[in-house]
């Protein structure tokens, strides 16, 4: 898919969708390795978007609409994670379920691989220092000067921490399998 | 570990990110949302609700307490200890053992913690048994012998060994030193402003009561769910259509009756797959069965609401509902299959077929995502009948 260009969309509103089209998916799959509850992650997506459509003005195309949307959404995690409501938040996702029924987890186990589960889960499970290295390079594929860019952690500390999430990841893995 | 790494992407788009699709619905929301500024939150307002009552009634508790203690006044208010011994430590001491008593009370297997036979705190289900969290953690060393396993995580009407409301699908544990009364399974703490992973004990509570399969009318994520409340469905309006005896081509993964009378099926078929780039749409149908005289809101027939974004001279934006050009489906070919009347229509609004089923005394209405042009739809609605 090719990245989404100012100059083929007549309005800001038209913009607006083609962003939420290309990159909304990937957005709300990042929000939700950080905030680990879809039900936040949906309103992190609505919140970038939200961001997004009052600063789509001062946009000055010095990065590409992805990585300016991703550093907003990297942004609202955290912002996030120091609000009042993060403590309260682990649970919802389970009562959500209650009230809906929505479960994958069966799903998943059925049909994807164990070990893709089991790989993801301990991702999921490392400490959010490591794991939003880990999500970065490894599942969004971005370079190290890319998530300094990003995150504005040092090159090194980054390495460091990818090392440190690796060995923990083993350690995880070798307990499992 | 780096290889498996390099495929972290698929494998976390295939099992835990699953979930994290955006379909054309939640692309209205978060449209709707951006242009009036305002998100429409989800969020849980009950724990801090709890928190607030709990800390609330300590505080009572505790001012009631010292008002009684200064004032030299006995306690005999029910529920209330006896504050009659002199001296702070002894007092203190008194309101410990109050509060583990309390504590132990609630720990009881008495089912007084279960809401229609479902439990209402956090759990894992073995072996028919519902294993209470407690606020204890422990490390990895203090893992005994594996117990079971966390298959699913949610909460069913239906509970089966390895269900858990609070932890993801894993191993759990029996623990070292302890009774098989406990059990841990690997969850997530909060702890100095951080998201830990950590052992999480567990303690035998309730037994898990056979639940009452009559009032599961919405189901989603478990077949045998799904099976009761079609059933249920059914009795209640009588005629219930649905794909019948082709589960490998149509298999149906949610059942709805939460705007009753109007029913609400989705399906899951694999043969209309459909790769846009790298993304795999999956195929699927969504069905709307309703009675001839119901007004069906979210019919393709209705024209949708769609907003605009309006600058008001404040500089603030106010959204404007949109002046959309849209057509209604146009009739595209009719047919008869089973006893229905079968029309299908061009959506140019979604690029798209639907399909209206009309019966003496209902409409039907299928949409799809996927590829399903119209001689695949014929071939998958023969098998489209009413429920045995």
Known sequence: MNPVRLEDCHTKEELLEQLITQYGQDIKRLAYTYVKNWSTAEDITQEVFISCYKKIDDFRGESTYKTWLYKIAINKCKDFYKSRWYRFVIPVDNVIEKFTGRNSSLEEQLISKEKDYLLSQHVLSLPRKYREMIILYYYEELKIWEIEELTGIKQKTIKTRLRRAKQQLSKDWGRTI | ?388
């Open chain 2, 1 to 388: 570990m780096d290889d498996k790494l390099k495929n972290l992407r698929e494998s976390m788009n295939n099992t835990v990110l699953k979930r994290g699709t955006i379909d054309d619905f939640e692309k209205r929301k978060i449209l709707n949302a951006a242009f009036s500024g305002e998100v429409q939150q989800k969020r849980n307002y009950f724990p801090p609700l709890l928190t607030t009552i709990v800390v609330t009634v300590f505080f009572l508790t505790i001012g009631s307490f010292g008002f009684h203690h200064i004032f030299g006044l006995k306690q005999n208010s029910a529920g209330i200890p006896k504050l009659q011994k002199s001296g702070l430590e002894n007092e203190t001491k008194e309101q410990v053992s109050m509060v583990t008593k309390n504590t132990e009370d609630n720990d009881k297997n008495t089912g007084e913690n279960l809401e229609d036979g479902q439990a209402n705190y956090p759990y894992i289900v073995l072996n028919d048994f519902y294993y209470k969290k407690t606020n204890e953690e422990i490390t990895s060393d203090q893992l005994g012998e594996q117990a079971g396993e966390v298959k699913r995580i949610g909460d069913w009407a239906i509970k089966k060994s390895g269900d858990s409301n609070e932890i993801s699908p894993g191993p759990i544990f029996f623990i070292k030193g302890r009774t098989n009364d406990y059990i841990a399974g690997k969850g997530v703490v909060f702890k100095d402003g951080k998201n830990i992973a950590a052992y999480l004990v567990f303690k035998k509570a309730d037994q898990v009561k056979e639940s009452n399969t009559d009032n599961i009318l919405s189901a989603k994520g478990d077949t045998e769910e799904i099976k009761i409340a079609f059933q249920n469905i059914k009795k209640k309006v009588g005629t219930l259509f649905g794909f019948m005896n082709i589960d490998s081509r149509a298999s149906l993964q949610l059942v709805s009756y939460s705007n009753g009378p109007i029913v609400q099926l989705y399906y899951s078929a694999p043969e209309g797959d459909k790769k846009n780039g790298n993304e795999l749409i999956q195929g699927e149908l969504f069905i709307y069965q309703y009675n001839k005289d119901i007004q069906l809101k979210d019919s393709r027939f209705n024209k949708p609401v769609e907003y605009d974004v309006v600058k008001g001279v404040n500089g603030k934006f106010t959204t404007k509902k949109r002046d959309i050009v849209w057509k209604k489906p146009v009739l595209a070919e009719s047919f008869s299959l089973n006893g229905i009347s079968w029309e299908v229509f061009e959506d140019a609004y979604y690029n798209d077929l639907v399909f209206k089923g009309q019966t003496e005394k209902y409409n039907i209405e299928i949409t799809t995502q996927g590829n399903f042009p119209i001689e695949r739809m014929k071939d998958l609605l023969k098998f489209y009948k009413v429920a045995e």
